[in-house]
């Protein structure tokens, strides 16, 4: 079964930018999905981005915010998302999901859809 391990949160001033890497190992991903949600406590996890192993077609939540990027690195198998110009409300924990199959259309913000999560990297924007 697919593993994912996110890296890269911590401390960040505002204005700064931020690399997000989530990691898999532990299966073929040619035909994965890799997304990635972020969760404030006491709410649910909300869809950022997410991008297709196969052919590296990205997908954003809407409406898209352009300070965030999604790419992949097929031979480290690692997705990446970047943050630019942070501001205090991105800070959240961010989670890596995976699923087994490509991503297209709206129901990639459903978290049910996805069967694998990292633990989760959390990232902090002071003023």
């Known amino acids: 079964q697919v593993q994912l391990l996110e890296s890269g949160g911590g401390w960040v001033q505002a204005g700064e930018s931020l690399r997000l890497s989530c990691t898999a190992s532990g299966g073929p991903l040619s035909s994965h999905a890799v997304a990635w949600f972020r969760q404030t406590p006491g709410k649910d996890r909300k869809f950022v981005a997410s991008?297709?192993?196969?052919?590296?077609?990205?997908l954003y939540a809407i409406p898209v915010d352009e300070r965030i990027s999604v790419s992949s690195d097929n031979a480290k198998n690692t997705v990446y998302l970047q943050i630019a110009a942070l501001r205090p409300d991105d800070t959240a924990t961010y989670y890596c999901?995976?699923?087994?199959?490509?991503?297209?259309?709206?129901?990639?913000?459903?978290?049910?859809?996805?069967?694998?999560w990292g633990q989760g990297t959390q990232v902090t924007v002071s003023t």
């Open positions: 991008v297709n192993w196969s052919d590296g077609t990205p």
């Open positions: 999901a995976t699923r087994p199959a490509a991503i297209t259309g709206p129901f990639a913000t459903m978290t049910s859809i996805y069967d694998a």
